[in-house]
């Protein structure tokens, strides 16, 4: 774990820059304490990040989660109660990993998890335009079209325009010009530039503008604009900021309701993302999915409780991870400590930072996803991988990221479908003299269900005066649907004058008198 330590530190304070306004933001969207937010993005960093398999994925509080928890909080009757639904939702997290669902993340289509990737890309540079011009009204980490604040995505960029900051947007084009001028230029030209990363630089810069500009009431900026970690005046007073579930809730049905809820879609977006990472891991390390359940729901567990909100794995960090260098589990470790020293000796030094700056970051990240070329890409590979895809993107921007990858993956069941109902069976006209037409039918590997479509529309269409041969030498599995489509048709190819000749691998039988006993009495194959 220690042997990529000079990739893992600089990627650590990147992936600790961007998860910092993340977990305070999901936070506030989700209607929880602040702290709780903190708290997730700790033990997702140290708990999370020491126990799964995965060398890339980062861990904390999911904005796909914000939804569940604001309303969980006001149905359970207060975050106390909501904390029972946390810990027992980890519990069912173990349940899963023994039970080894991880399997489940592999049935996702590729082009639906680039899909997601694209889309998670776009949300973050639309979302994230708004605090790049200084305007604050919805918290970091709301990602959803509809937010908390009664805006849309695009009608709150409307809404920046008109409220332009001139001090953040300054320093958001200075933290920019950094980001890209170290990324393009600078680290080339020396291992200072690697190790130095341009995230921390931009920082800096920003904390500097912020004291030289605090006295100037046209380029200073506003507390408002700044990120905001609580500041605990004493060691009792951050202990005070802890909260602890009230388990004599645990006898109302709503909480075990709430519980299974945040299992699924926790373990629903973590496995997307271990998907998602792991195509984006240049070094192509593929994660225990089952492990990453265990270590998901051990770390749900300690969040609830202690406070903290659920957790699973996340794209934005995860996908921070990768593009600053992060190679081993020790990054996201690293950057779990870094929050947690952070909130405990510096929080007035943090929240110093413009959120613009940290806007800044993460436009460059969003853009990492969602280049232009991989629209060019998917274009290039066909409608069946194109539309899934676009899809996919389209229902993450205007919707959330479950509802979208949810059409994308039903998109790319259709196209599955119809592909089944093209390539059940090949059909070959040979011979058309002696006033009979001779069809040969080669039915693919395996035939089911969802190729009864296809072949009933084949053979309704044959002419009389046929003579066909369907040949099921090469299938290895025949759905009992279309024995009983070719035993049905038996009947109509005696009125029609349509003899069938059926070939396989115990022989040739011509017109068979049942099709439901030749096929019971065939040998199974093995695959």
């Known amino acids: 774990m220690f042997k990529y330590i000079k990739n893992d530190i600089p990627a650590s304070i990147v992936v600790f820059f961007v998860a910092l306004p993340l977990c305070l933001g999901i936070a506030l969207a989700s209607g929880a304490p602040l702290f709780s937010g903190l708290i997730a993005g700790i033990i997702g960093g140290v708990i999370v990040g020491s126990l799964s398999g995965s060398k890339i994925g980062v861990s904390g509080p999911a904005a796909g989660l914000a939804a569940i928890v604001l309303t969980a909080i006001g149905t359970l009757g207060g975050y106390e109660n909501f904390l029972v639904a946390v810990v027992l939702g980890g519990i069912i997290q173990l349940i899963f990993g023994f039970l080894k669902?991880?399997?489940?993340?592999?049935?996702?289509?590729?082009?639906?998890?680039?899909?997601?990737?694209?889309?998670?890309?776009?949300?973050?540079?639309?979302?994230?335009?708004?605090?790049?011009?200084?305007?604050?009204?919805?918290?970091?980490?709301?990602?959803?079209?509809?937010?908390?604040?009664?805006e849309n995505t695009f009608s709150e960029i409307i809404n920046s325009i008109n409220n332009i900051s001139l001090g953040s947007t300054i320093i958001g084009i200075i933290g920019l010009a950094i980001l890209i001028l170290w990324s393009n230029v600078l680290s080339k030209k020396g291992k200072f530039f690697q190790i130095i990363q341009g995230p921390l630089v931009a920082v800096v810069a920003g904390i500097v503008y912020y004291f030289v500009t605090n006295e100037n009431s046209k380029y200073g900026i506003n507390s408002e604009h700044l990120v905001s970690v609580p500041v605990p005046d004493s060691i009792d007073s951050f202990l005070g900021q802890f909260s602890f579930p009230n388990f004599s809730a645990i006898s109302n049905p709503q909480v075990w309701v709430t519980g299974f809820t945040i299992a699924l879609v926790a373990?629903?977006?973590?496995?997307?993302?271990?998907?998602?990472?792991?195509?984006?891991?240049?070094?192509?390390?593929?994660?225990?999915?089952?492990?990453?359940?265990?270590?998901?729901?051990?770390?749900?567990?300690?969040?609830?409780?202690?406070?903290?909100?659920?957790?699973?794995?996340?794209?934005?960090?995860?996908?921070?991870?990768?593009?600053?260098?992060?190679?081993?589990?020790?990054?996201?470790?690293?950057?779990?400590?870094?929050?947690?020293?952070?909130?405990?000796?510096?929080?007035?030094?943090?929240?110093?930072?413009?959120?613009?700056?940290?806007?800044?970051?993460?436009?460059?990240?969003?853009?990492?996803?969602?280049?232009?070329?991989?629209?060019?890409?998917?274009?290039?590979?066909?409608?069946?991988?194109?539309?899934?895809?676009?899809?996919?993107?389209?229902g993450i921007v205007f919707t959330d990221l479950l509802v979208g990858i949810a059409l994308g993956l039903a998109v790319g069941i259709v196209v599955i479908l119809i592909k089944s109902f093209q390539n059940s069976h090949f059909l070959h006209i040979e011979d058309k003299s002696n006033g009979k037409n001779k069809i040969k039918m080669t039915l693919a590997e395996e035939v089911t269900f969802f190729n009864k479509g296809a072949i009933l529309k084949e053979l309704d269409s044959l002419p009389e005066n046929t003579y066909l041969e369907i040949d099921v030498r090469k299938t290895r599995y025949l759905d009992h649907d279309i024995i009983e489509i070719l035993e049905d048709f038996a009947f109509k190819a005696k009125e029609r004058n349509i003899d069938i000749q059926l070939i396989s691998e115990r022989g040739i039988v011509e017109n068979p008198p049942s099709y439901i006993e030749f096929f019971n009495l065939r040998p199974k194959k093995t695959a």
């Open 101 to 150: 669902a991880g399997i489940i993340g592999y049935y996702f289509p590729s082009s639906v998890i680039k899909g997601m990737l694209t889309g998670i890309g776009i949300i973050i540079i639309l979302k994230q335009i708004p605090h790049f011009f200084g305007y604050d009204a919805d918290p970091e980490g709301d990602f959803a079209f509809f937010q908390v604040d009664g």
């Open 267 to 394: 373990s629903l977006e973590t496995l997307l993302c271990v998907e998602a990472t792991d195509k984006l891991d240049p070094h192509k390390n593929v994660t225990p999915t089952n492990r990453e359940l265990l270590a998901q729901g051990t770390g749900n567990i300690v969040s609830g409780l202690i406070g903290g909100l659920p957790i699973t794995q996340v794209i934005v960090r995860s996908s921070a991870n990768i593009q600053s260098g992060g190679r081993t589990k020790l990054s996201a470790i690293i950057h779990g400590f870094l929050l947690l020293i952070s909130v405990l000796l510096i929080p007035t030094l943090l929240n110093k930072i413009p959120l613009s700056v940290l806007a800044a970051v993460l436009l460059i990240v969003g853009y990492k996803l969602a280049k232009p070329s991989v629209f060019k890409e998917m274009v290039k590979l066909g409608w069946k991988q194109w539309l899934p895809f676009t899809v996919t993107v389209v």
